[in-house]
């Protein structure tokens, strides 16, 4: 039986593979020379992609994570800097979703069917894990003011609304949006990982900003009940380094078509004809096919599962964990293979092909895929509930 795809969901999708390959050509020239891709980032967002998940009672599409996760691979694969970007955007969407009043759902769902980038500051350096957040959110002078420093607060050069976590007066985490150009806030372009250049992962300085009562939100609260926030930013994630994973299996493949020379041993007459370079090239393609079978099909379970338990909540993201582990594995294995099955003039520095590993292993590093392991263990054997927050 086929699957009906309307007209709405071909046309995204059409879009998605349009910016792909338009991204694609000048990917590898934004990664050598870091430039900030406005432009790139400009055209992604307008497009109408960045609005999939908005609710439908406030005018969005609601086309579900499934198609979310599709888009991401789709331009992951040109160029997964930019990819990355929006992933805040997606995770503000989701804690408006849960926390959010009506009306600040009205506006801000408004602001992002007209096509406004979110991007959010949450984690800092220099405290003793990622959870430790300095950055406050005071009540002084009659109104709410923010304090404090952030660092890899991807996309905030790019967006129009700033979603900033900070601790109140009584230490409890707040969501507080304020303008990208508010008086008092101060961006840096300083992110300077070898991988994932252009993703804007940079400091965000805060001395008294302003912030406007109506634009704040819980976010602990976002935790404490059963919403898969944490799951779908997984999704995100593992979609991006799947879309990684891609893109290094084509360049390997490619390579070993036109350039790449077969072994002196082998006995046969061009590269795509030794045994043990079709072997790998098919191991690769059933680990990708694999951890793509398991993300369409949690991705799927999140759209249609109602969750009402912490039992269906555990579920998921157990299961969201498991696709993670597969899409970490193979980005890193395939971006790794590309570079021993294409051979030693594959490491040319003009053909910049090292930059899939760089990306695979900077993003891979987001959060750290052995406690996930550990936490699919937990589950499994001992009946253990993973905990709740962004990264599971």
């Not at 609601?62 to 599709?70: A, E, H, I, R, W």
């Not at 959010?100 to 759902?105: D, E, I, N, T, V």
């Not at 008294?208 to 779908?232: C, L, M, Q, S």
């Not at 597969?326 to 980005?331: E, G, H, S």
Request: proline letters at 4%; glycine letters at 8%; aromatic letters at 8%.
């Amino acid at each position: 039986m086929k699957s009906m795809i309307s007209p709405q969901l071909s046309k995204l999708l059409s879009d998605a593979n349009d910016i792909a390959q338009w991204l694609r050509h000048s990917a590898s020239e934004r990664d050598q020379t870091r430039h900030i891709s406005t432009e790139q980032v400009d055209a992604y967002a307008s497009s109408g992609l960045w609005a999939v998940t908005v609710p439908k009672e406030y005018g969005g599409p609601d086309l579900g994570y499934k198609v979310l996760s599709q888009i991401t691979r789709l331009i992951a694969a040109a160029d997964p800097s930019i990819a990355q970007i929006p992933r805040g955007h997606f995770h503000i969407i989701d804690l408006l979703k849960a926390v959010a009043l009506p009306s600040q759902k009205m506006f801000f769902f408004r602001e992002i069917l007209a096509g406004k980038k979110f991007a959010q500051a949450a984690s800092e350096i220099g405290g003793k894990n990622v959870a430790d957040i300095q950055t406050m959110l005071t009540q002084e002078r009659g109104g709410w003011r923010l304090n404090g420093k952030k660092y890899y607060a991807t996309g905030c050069i790019h967006a129009d609304w700033i979603g900033i976590v900070a601790k109140d007066d009584t230490g409890v985490f707040m969501h507080a949006f304020v303008p990208k150009d508010a008086p008092g806030m101060d961006i840096k372009a300083d992110w300077s990982g070898f991988g994932q250049k252009v993703t804007a992962s940079g400091t965000v300085l805060l001395n008294d900003v302003v912030v406007n009562e109506e634009h704040i939100i819980p976010f602990t609260e976002a935790f404490f009940d059963v919403h898969p926030i944490g799951a779908v930013s997984q999704l995100i994630h593992a979609s991006i380094d799947i879309g990684i994973a891609r893109e290094s299996i084509d360049e390997t493949i490619k390579y070993i078509r036109q350039t790449a020379r077969p072994w002196i041993d082998s006995g046969v007459e061009q590269a795509s004809d030794d045994p043990y370079l079709i072997s790998g090239v098919g191991d690769l393609e059933i680990r990708y096919a694999a951890a793509v079978a398991m993300l369409d099909q949690v991705a799927g379970e999140l759209d249609e599962t109602v969750i009402s338990t912490d039992a269906d909540l555990a579920r998921l993201s157990v299961r969201v964990g498991i696709a993670k582990v597969l899409a970490n594995d193979i980005a890193l294995l395939a971006s790794n293979k590309l570079f021993e099955f294409a051979g030693t003039s594959s490491t040319r520095e003009s053909l910049n092909l090292h930059r899939h590993w760089r990306n695979a292993r900077t993003h891979t590093l987001h959060d750290p895929v052995r406690w996930k392991v550990n936490a699919i263990g937990q589950y499994y054997l001992n009946g253990v509930y993973p905990k709740r927050h962004n990264y599971i």
